[in-house]
């Protein structure tokens, strides 16, 4: 027979406070590396979004112009894309599928003809809504890179 002094019974055991405080930093440290860089991503691809958005707009525009002969102007606006024009015979519309999307930050986009970089100018202000900026703030327009 065993005496019972000799079996032993597993204990139970947690975590102290100081292995808990580790974990919480290391995890604390983890997410202030990954956490920036995420966000990053998050406003480049904004601006891919917006791009991507006027790239489409143009195409429309420019079937807009081979049916009418002329880009709409500033007072016509991205709307002729979706409506006809007053006095406007050739429009055969609508150029797009659905009306002008809002840029990714909830703005409109800007549109001017006959414009200061070419045929047209067409823009997003970016993620601030103002002229200019930098990096998820700076435009996003037709004529730039």
Request: aromatic residues 8%; neutral net charge; glycine residues 12%.
């Amino acid at each position: 027979m065993i005496s019972s002094r000799f079996v032993s019974t597993p204990r139970q055991r947690g975590f102290t406070l100081l292995e808990l405080l580790v974990v919480i930093v290391i995890i604390g440290l983890l997410a202030g590396l990954v956490a920036p860089r995420y966000f990053d991503q998050v406003s480049k691809s904004n601006a891919k979004i917006a791009r991507a958005q006027i790239d489409s707009l143009e195409k429309a525009l420019d079937q807009y112009r081979l049916d009418i002969g002329s880009y709409p102007n500033t007072e016509q606006g991205l709307a002729a894309l979706n409506a006809k024009p007053q006095n406007v015979e050739k429009w055969a519309g609508p150029y797009l599928k659905k009306a002008v999307p809002a840029d990714p930050w909830g703005g409109r986009y800007l549109y001017k003809a006959p414009g200061d970089h070419g045929e047209y100018d067409l823009s997003s202000l970016g993620s601030d809504g103002q002229a200019g900026g930098t990096g998820e703030a700076a435009d996003v327009n037709s004529w730039g890179p």
